[in-house]
Nanobody
Framework: QVQLVESGGGSVQAGGSLRLSCAAF????????LAWFRQATGKEREGLAA????????YYADSVKGRFTISQDNAKATLYLQMNSLKPEDTAMYYC????????????????????WGQGTQVTVSS
């Protein structure tokens, strides 16, 4: 059973940066597709970025491409999301997710694709 614990959220002014972390516990040694999602109040959950642990391939939603960077530290079993040039519309609860897989496919941005979820960390961007 994989457990995910996010941290690093907080309040920041527009134009600022934050780095979210997601510590993973219970990895079995197989490869995973890891992803970041967010959900703003009253909005649908949105897939932001994904990374394949086996080779490091990354995938991004158009809404964050060029501003957010997903990365991993396999030795620490930790996933990161570096968020730059933050905007008020980035305000949301951010979640990390994982699924055992040989790759991150075209399904990477769909929530039901993932078996494991963290509890979320709040990001608030003020104008």
């Amino acid at each position: 059973q994989v457990q995910l614990v996010e941290s690093g959220g907080g309040s920041v002014q527009a134009g600022g940066s934050l780095r979210l972390s997601c510590a993973a516990f219970g990895y079995t040694g197989r490869s995973y597709c890891l992803a970041w999602f967010r959900q703003a109040t009253g909005k649908e959950r949105e897939g932001l970025a994904a990374i394949y642990t086996g080779g490091g391939s990354t995938y991004y939603a158009d809404s964050v491409k060029g501003r957010f960077t997903i990365s991993q530290d396999n030795a620490k079993a930790t996933l990161y999301l570096q968020m730059n040039s933050l905007k008020p519309e980035d305000t949301a609860m951010y979640y990390c997710a994982a699924v055992g897989s040989a790759f991150c496919g075209s399904w990477w941005s769909r929530g039901p694709s993932y078996a494991y979820w963290g509890q979320g960390t709040q990001v608030t961007v003020s104008s």
